[in-house]
């Protein structure tokens, strides 16, 4: 039985290759993808870094009739295949697409803050203390630092470094969701 109706359908991409599945299928093939990114604060050992990354990684959504475009699809630069149960490719539920739309409304990444409050635990990213882990005691936006308190020597020692010098210990994407949640339900209270 065929389906002429379109729907959400999820494709697997190869790996780092969402962004050029996603403007692949959009260039080539005139579809509706939906691919949400986030960007936010990393650390690597060149210290603290801004980076942009798939919400989902490895997937992306596609709206399509999907009988109609499966060879197609499957064959764009960037897609590995399309997601399957028990030999069914399953749609994605709308009401699922329209929730991450209304977290992601643009093709433009959702920026991800780490709003620090005394108690976070944070590792140091550059300086003299570099992976140190600490504890915030106070935000001091106006001079963009923070003052932390640092074990050394086995004493705790408070110490003031610039903001851009740590990093929130909690960036998975549990940890994120919240905010991601709060953002939605602050844009639909001020609407």
Known sequence: MQTTTSAWYSARTKQKHEHIAAANLRKNLELEVFSPRLRLEKLTRRGLIRVT????????????????RFNEIQHTSGVNRLVTFGGKIP????????????????????????HLAPGDEITVASGAFAGLNAH???????????????????????????????????????????????TSRREKLSA
């Open 136 to 182: 915030v005691l106070k935000n001091l936006p106006a001079k963009k630092r923070v003052q932390i308190l640092l074990d050394i020597l086995g004493q705790p020692t408070s110490v003031e470094v610039e903001r851009d010098a740590v990093m929130l210990n909690r960036n998975s994407l549990a940890d994120l969701a919240p905010v991601l949640a709060a």
């Open 53 to 68: 990354e798939p919400l989902f990684p490895g997937y992306i959504f596609i709206y399509c009739v999907i009988e109609e």
């Open 91 to 114: 749609a994605v539920p709308d009401a699922v697409i329209a929730e991450l739309k209304n977290c992601f409304e643009t093709d433009e990444p959702v920026t991800i803050e780490s």
